[in-house]
C-alpha cells in the first residue's frame, strides 16, 4: 500500500459511518500550497462513490473494516509512504499524516510541511 491507515484511523472512520449510516464514508486528504510551512494537509469527510476514477486513488484497509480514504495524483506524490492516523490529544481529536518521508520539516500542530525540492 502506497499510503496506510492506521488501525486507530480505521475504527474511528468505522465509528462515523456507522453513525451517519453512510457506508461509502471516506476520508478525502489533500495537499495545497500554504501553511507555516509551504504545503498543507486538508482532510474532508467524502463518499467514496465521489471519487474520480481518472484523478483519484482509494486506499482501503486490509482488514474488514472497509475504512478508505481519497487522495488525488497531485497530493499522492507528496504523501506516499504515509500513514493516516487518529490521534486524541487534550486539544481535540483529529485524523493526522504521520511518518510523511517527503516532508522535512513540519509546524507544531502537524498540519502543514515543507519538502526537498
Given at each position: 500500500m502506497v499510503v496506510d491507515i492506521t488501525p486507530r484511523a480505521a475504527k474511528r472512520l468505522n465509528e462515523i459511518m456507522a453513525?451517519?449510516?453512510?457506508?461509502?464514508?471516506?476520508?478525502?486528504?489533500?495537499?495545497?500550497?500554504?501553511?507555516?510551512?509551504?504545503?498543507?494537509?486538508?482532510?474532508?469527510?467524502?463518499?467514496?462513490?465521489?471519487?474520480?476514477?481518472e484523478d483519484d486513488t482509494i486506499f482501503e484497509t486490509d482488514d474488514d473494516s472497509k475504512a478508505r480514504v481519497v487522495m488525488d495524483e497531485p497530493s499522492l506524490e507528496l504523501l506516499k509512504g504515509s500513514q493516516v492516523d487518529y490521534?486524541?490529544?487534550?486539544?481535540?481529536?483529529?485524523?493526522?499524516?504521520?511518518?510523511?518521508?517527503?516532508?522535512?520539516?513540519?509546524?507544531?500542530?502537524?498540519?502543514?510541511?515543507?519538502?526537498?525540492?
Open positions: 453513525k451517519d449510516a453512510n457506508p461509502d464514508l471516506a476520508l478525502r486528504v489533500t495537499v495545497q500550497s500554504g501553511g507555516c510551512h509551504g504545503f498543507q494537509y486538508l482532510m474532508s469527510l467524502t463518499s467514496a462513490r465521489e471519487a474520480s476514477p490521534t486524541m490529544e487534550l486539544i481535540g481529536s483529529q485524523f493526522k499524516i504521520v511518518g510523511n518521508p517527503a516532508a522535512t520539516s513540519s509546524c507544531g500542530c502537524g498540519t502543514s510541511f515543507d519538502i526537498k525540492v
